[in-house]
């Protein structure tokens, strides 16, 4: 049974998102609500087709009756009913008539005297009589002998036992053609669904039998017009995804190139240092092995900053950052090294600064700059962090004294690993590309110039939180 269960509701949900089924089920519930007022304007059309069918009949008896009254030599008024004018209400549904023929001074001639005549003379109308709905239509009719103003008041009355048989076959009759209507649009529906989705079909066919490694695009003839900008998305989404994977790629083989060397580097200073017998080298061994683990530490914790700043590597945080607050830490930290180099670091910073991402990468983002600097600007020399709100925008210059980057360069090393040819400073070639990786997650842009001092300024510009 739980089996049982377990299928039916998987099944429930297959079907309820399915585009086939939603499809299907909205154009049936638009056929069906038409439907519905067209049988609700069947029903009020069959009632007053029936209505007028048996007022017509009402008023051809009414008139026989009339046509039959007379009047005889001492002025008394008789009638004989014709047969014609009952029998014509003899549909086989066993309805009852009812007559009644008044003078115009009130006397009964024939007739059920408590039958009332309807408001409206000539006009059929539905009363109660002896607790039985019927149908009513009275009828004047000039009285011959008797003078100008005499008249007789015919009122005939039928149940309506005919009268709704004959509303309920026209009903029925338009429910069969509604009905033959629904199904045929349905089986009409599901297989022009079944034709229309066809391309889909076949898209997803091809989807699913792609290698994963094999990106080209799909023709976007293999569906309809609608759905070509769906082809077309899929087709931009896996040039991105060739693109991310050729940079995977290429980050990848530059890490191994760049931990290969300073891997066996260390790996050689550590067998020098284990060789050496003389107490003086092998110290110095030791503080060279230190400084390249110090500087294999740096290059994996910039590829794992790099990591964690690309799209989609971690979830997004918008916290409300002060730069300026920001800065102040990241010089206070970089303080003591920075004098032991002979660089004099300051910053501008007279009033918060405050933008929303990150706070964590966009300390990270203002390290890689400071260190950037600190790095390729020679003693004695200047670094300087400004940071001031303008506009809509938060504003962050890092200017130092050192040789700068000619302006041909300026666009390639935001990429991955570039170092400029003949730099003395040691560095992994990630600083800037972690920036601008950074700087793109937060909105912002990033620019490279030339400070006043004729080294480089890095200008990046943030919007200002709200």
């Known amino acids: 049974m739980t089996a049982l269960m377990l299928a039916l509701r998987q099944t429930l949900y297959r079907l309820r998102h399915s585009l086939r089924v939603q499809l299907l089920a909205m154009i049936m519930v638009t056929l069906l609500g038409v439907v519905a007022f067209n049988l609700y304007s069947a029903l009020i059309q069959a009632r007053a087709t029936a209505s007028l069918v048996s007022d017509n009949m009402l008023l051809s008896s009414a008139r026989m009756i009339a046509e039959a009254v007379r009047t005889d030599a001492d ?8 047969p014609a004018a009952l029998e014509i209400f003899d549909t086989g549904y066993g309805d009852r008539v009812y007559y009644r023929v008044t003078t115009v001074w009130g006397t009964l001639v024939a007739g059920y005297a408590e039958l009332k005549e309807p408001q409206k003379p000539g006009h059929g109308e539905t009363m109660l009589f002896r607790n039985v709905n019927v149908r009513a239509l009275s009828l004047e009719h000039p009285l011959a ?4 103003s005499a008249s007789v008041t015919v009122t005939v009355a039928v149940t309506r036992l005919g009268e709704e048989a004959m509303r309920n076959r026209l009903w029925l009759a338009d429910l069969k053609g509604q009905i033959l209507l629904v199904i045929v649009a349905g089986i009409v529906t599901v297989f022009g669904l079944q034709f229309g989705l066809s391309p889909v079909f ?12 094999q990106l080209e695009p799909f ?4 569906v309809q017009g609608e ?5 077309q998305a899929l087709n931009d989404y896996m040039t991105r995804v060739q693109r991310q994977m050729a940079a995977q790629r290429r980050f990848v083989a530059n890490a191994a190139h760049q931990l290969r060397t300073p891997l066996t580097l260390l790996s050689t200073q550590a067998s020098y240092a284990a060789r050496e017998t003389d107490a003086d080298r092998r110290d110095e061994a030791l503080q060279a092995l230190i400084r390249s683990t110090r500087q294999v530490t ?9 990591t964690r700043a690309e799209p989609g590597s971690r979830a997004p945080r ?7 607050d920001v800065a102040r830490q990241v010089l206070e930290a970089r303080a003591e090294e920075a004098l ?5 670091i300051g910053l501008d910073a007279d009033e918060a600064a405050f933008v929303t991402g990150d706070g964590t990468m966009l300390k990270e983002m203002l390290v890689n700059l400071v260190d950037n600097a600190l790095r390729y600007t020679p003693a004695p020399g200047t670094v300087t962090v400004v940071v001031a709100p303008l506009g809509s925008e938060v504003v962050l210059k890092v200017e130092d004294s050192g040789p700068g980057i000619a302006e041909a360069e300026r666009e390639q090393v935001f990429e991955r690993f570039y170092r400029i040819i003949g730099t003395k400073a040691e560095g992994s070639g990630l600083g800037l590309a972690i920036v601008k990786e950074v700087v793109d997650g937060a909105g912002g842009t990033v620019s490279l110039g030339t400070s006043g001092e004729g080294g480089l300024k890095v200008e990046v510009r943030l919007p200002k939180a709200v």
Do not use: K
């Open 145 to 148: 002998g008797l003078g100008a």
């Open 227 to 231: 759905l070509r900008p769906l082809v």
């Open 340 to 344: 032991r180099a002979g660089i004099d």
């Open 202 to 213: 076949r898209l997803r066919d091809a989807v699913r039998a792609r290698r994963r490694d």
């Open 318 to 324: 918008a916290e409300r950052v002060d730069m300026a």
């Open 219 to 222: 023709d976007d003839h293999l």
């Open 298 to 306: 740096r290059l994996a914790e910039q590829l794992l900053t790099l």
């Open 75 to 82: 002025g008394h008024v008789a009638v004989d009913i014709p």
